[in-house]
């Protein structure tokens, strides 16, 4: 009886710490300034000067953006950063909960300063 106790206690902890990453995940960074941004046949990634990354992924300065979310969306938001990067505006990205095999934070939305 014990020993399904400590079971259960175990994996309640785990299912804790996953939801709770899980709404930690999305949200919007902290304002910033782009440094490089690239654009490929799959989409386009960017590095940004931004302090506070709610994501879980590992490279919390660096973003993308896959073709797959929708190729009408990625390409608004390739132009609106391509200008943003341009004229070094101040952008803030809200991100997902999705890191792609790099680390690198998904990104659904933008906000110029």
């Known amino acids: 009886m014990k020993r399904i106790v400590a079971i259960y206690c175990v994996l309640v902890a785990v299912l804790v710490i996953h939801v709770s990453n899980s709404f930690a995940a999305e949200g919007w960074t ?11 046949a799959g989409g386009f990634n960017l590095n940004a000067t931004v302090s506070n990354n709610t994501s879980i992924c590992t490279k ?13 969306l990625g390409n608004r938001l390739y132009a609106t950063l391509l200008t943003a990067y341009v004229n070094q505006s101040q ?6 909960d ?3 095999k790099w ?6 939305a933008i906000n110029i300063e």
Do not use: E, M, P, W
């Not at 919390?60 to 009408?72: A, L, M």
């Open 98 to 100: 999705h890191c792609n």
């Open 60 to 72: 919390k300065k660096i973003f993308y953006y896959h073709y797959s979310s929708g190729q009408s």
């Open 30 to 40: 902290s304002f910033g300034t782009i440094t490089n941004i690239q654009a490929d």
């Open 103 to 108: 680390g690198q934070t998904n990104i659904t």
């Open 91 to 96: 952008i803030r990205l809200y991100v997902g």
